[in-house]
């Protein structure tokens, strides 16, 4: 499973991003897909998760600034950010989990300036 992410960039703070990441390869009818955070100096935190089914959960962090969403057609995953915080500032990364095993894209930068 190959995972593209992208939407990162730099924004004020109290402004809005959206990530994106497409799946492709071997992908699973059931299946997990969220995106993790990581800054400097910082372990990698789980931000968001969505199954295939639907149900989601978020990280205690971003509840109420941030949407997971997913296509299930286009095998992609959304990541709606709202009133973005210099602390958001991180590689977001996009995670795949289903029978065939768990995968990690590369990442893109999201910066919070303030």
């Known amino acids: 499973v190959q995972l593209q992410a992208s939407g990162g960039g730099l924004v004020q703070a109290g402004g809005s991003l959206r990530l994106s990441c497409v799946a492709s390869?071997?992908?699973?009818?059931?299946?997990?897909m969220g995106w993790f955070r990581q800054s400097p100096g910082k372990q990698r935190e789980l931000v968001a998760t969505?199954?295939?089914?639907?149900?989601?959960s978020y990280a205690d962090s971003v509840k109420g600034r941030v949407t997971i969403s997913r296509d299930n057609a286009k095998n992609t995953v959304y990541l709606q950010m709202n009133s973005l915080k210099p602390e958001d500032t991180a590689v977001y990364s996009c995670?795949?989990?289903?029978?065939?095993?768990?995968?990690w894209g590369q990442g893109t930068l999201v910066t919070v300036s303030s």
């Open positions: 390869g071997s992908i699973s009818s059931v299946n997990v």
């Open positions: 995670y795949y989990g289903g029978m065939n095993g768990n995968y």
């Open positions: 969505i199954i295939s089914g639907g149900s989601t």
